[in-house]
Structures are given as structure tokens and as C-alpha cells.
């Protein structure tokens, strides 16, 4: 596919750079009790917590990564990188070692959302 790209000068990269904000990025994956008998009923109690992040407004994005990889999941938070591990912390999955995770600082643009 070739996307026209013409239209989006170095002024309008510009000007829509400095309406960047900073998330924190979340990567989920497999922890080193991936294989517990009880893992479904915990990654249940996990996602009912996304629900209420997002309902709260501080989890923007969930993205679930259903598949053989280590990576369960994305996330991306309203929030600054030391808040996120103190929310993974407490999060049953990673408690309870079905999940792992990394944070990492990332940038977006407010607003965005993925297609309906």
C-alpha cells in the first residue's frame, strides 16, 4: 500500500508533536507460573481489574495477545511509570506469577483511539 504522505510537511509533524502528551507503555507476558491450575480463574480477575482501570480512566488501551508467545498483552496508561508497577503490582496475575511485566515511557498523541 502507498500512503501519500505530501500533505504532512515538516510544519504539521511539527505542530502535532508539541500536542504529544506522555503515557506509560505496559508489556504483559508470561510469568513463571504460567501453567498453574488456577491460571484462567486469576487472568478472569485480572481483566475484571482492567475493566475498572479503564472505567477510571487510567488504563487508555488494553490490547490482549491471545497468541503461543511469551507476550500476553499491551497496555497503555494515563499514568507515570512509577504508578503503573505500583498498579502491577498489585495486579492477581503478576501477584500470583501467571504474568510479568515491563514499563517503559512512552509518548502518544490525546485523542487517539483505535478504529471501532
Known sequence: MTVPTEHITDDVMRERLTKSKAYT???????????????????WEHGRRNFALREDGVLAIVVPIPDESQWCG??????????????????????????????????????????A
Do not use: C, N, T
Open 25 to 43: 507503555v505496559m508489556l504483559l507476558k508470561r510469568g513463571p507460573k504460567w501453567d498453574s491450575p488456577d491460571r484462567d480463574a486469576i487472568i
Open 74 to 115: 499491551l497496555g497503555i496508561f494515563d499514568a507515570p511509570e512509577d504508578e503503573v508497577v505500583r498498579i502491577m503490582d498489585g495486579d492477581p496475575g503478576v501477584h500470583a506469577g501467571i504474568f510479568e511485566y515491563e514499563v517503559h515511557a512512552g509518548r502518544a498523541f490525546p485523542g487517539d483511539q483505535l478504529p
